[in-house]
């Protein structure tokens, strides 16, 4: 191609620019929707070619492919989340109220601080404390009771997101290896290094869902049933709670177990607090650390400190969703620099 013919195309290219941002632009709503249906469909299309292979009817066997995930994901899913839900409302009932059961018990709980000796030493005004802990609690539950809010109010937000995510993961499942193929042709990378970077995007998915999903289950429901027991408000809701906070590596849920053991000794309920301390540091804190090597292995070929940065700013950043994008912006990151490494030996070769 000429100077000219350059200079002449310049216009299309920038129109080509232009265009493509706004196509992006455009895709931005439904950025969350896309990105679990790439995941989604990474991680069962081992399952997909299996089916198509003995079948060999690509609508078939994504039908067949989407009642499986139905099965393993939804069902359980909706049930959880109905029951989560109805829970979630009882704790907005409690919370909503600065007379509330759960107000009453932190304002008793403040007082009992106050009148220990040891904090006596302190010297601290006791109407003082009691000022700004009834502060701290009420923008505690007004953040509590805004977020149970948004969703009761969006449930048919989430519905739409759901039904964009499914009908995107069906054309995924079916087409995904023509899109790669389109990728190639867009991408300036050659056919195998897209396909490592893929590779990579999908074992860090996996591997990330693999670990919350069994330690954060495991968890969560020992987590729940020893709350239960304890006769602590909501445990329900804590459990599941739970399982989100197992995705932040070394710290873990042990930030929901640990306060509520502290918070029940220093009311006065001493052994639901020593029992819900004891099980969290010798049962719910071992599982993550004998599970979560085996579980991981050598699958995502990233330093503990990476996965814990990119874990926690992924969740700062993208949501709840950041806990498996972080760690997948991360490990493309590392992948690109082997890359940019091997082309830079191959050059001076």
């Known amino acids: 191609m000429t100077g000219n013919d350059k200079d002449r195309n310049i216009p299309l290219f920038a129109i080509l620019g232009l265009v493509t941002i706004l196509f992006f632009y455009l895709l931005m709503p439904f950025f969350f929707p896309i990105f679990w249906a790439a995941v989604i ?5 081992p399952l997909y070619k299996r089916i198509n292979d003995k079948l060999n009817r690509p609508n078939l066997s994504t039908t ?20 989560a839900f109805n829970e979630s409302l009882r704790l907005y009932t409690t919370l909503a109220s600065d007379t509330g059961p759960m107000n009453q018990k932190f304002l008793h709980l403040l007082e009992k601080i106050s009148d220990n000796s040891l904090f006596m030493l302190f010297n601290i005004d006791e109407a003082v404390l009691i000022s700004k802990g009834t502060e701290v609690v009420r923008g505690i539950t007004s953040y509590i009771v805004d977020h149970l809010k948004d969703l009761t109010q ?25 899109f790669l193929r389109m990728a190639g042709k867009v991408i300036p990378l050659e056919a195998g290094q897209i396909k490592f ?3 990579r995007f999908i074992v860090t998915a996996h591997s990330t869902l693999k670990v919350t999903l069994i330690i954060g289950g495991i968890q969560g429901t020992l987590g729940g049933i020893v709350f239960f027991a304890t006769d602590v408000e909501g ?13 932040v590596p070394a710290v873990g849920c042990s930030i929901i177990w640990a306060p509520a ?29 004998l599970l979560r090597p ?13 996965i814990f940065l990119s874990t926690l700013g992924g ?35």
């Not at 449930?155 to 995904?176: E, K, N, P, S």
């Not at 445990?235 to 995705?247: E, F, P, T």
């Open 235 to 247: 445990a329900l809701v804590w459990g599941l709670l739970m399982i989100l906070a197992s995705i």
């Open 197 to 199: 970077l893929f590779e």
């Open 315 to 349: 969740i700062v950043i993208f949501g709840v969703s950041g806990f498996v994008i972080g760690p997948v912006i991360t490990s493309l990151l590392v992948a690109l620099w082997e890359m940019y490494e091997e082309f830079y030996r191959r050059g001076e070769t």
């Open 154 to 178: 969006n449930t048919l937000g989430l519905l739409v997101q759901f039904a964009i995510m499914f009908y995107t993961l069906f054309y995924f499942v079916r087409d995904g290896e023509r």
């Open 294 to 306: 085996i579980l991981i292995g050598k699958d995502v070929e990233l330093h503990s400190l990476l």
């Open 41 to 45: 469909a990474g991680v069962f299309r």
């Open 64 to 83: 067949i492919l989407f009642l499986i995930i139905a099965l393993i994901i939804l069902l359980p899913a909706g049930l959880i989340g109905m029951l």
């Open 261 to 289: 053991g502290i918070i029940m000794v220093l009311t006065g309920h001493i052994w639901e607090g020593v029992l819900i301390l004891a099980f969290g540091f010798l049962v719910i804190s071992t599982i993550d650390n």
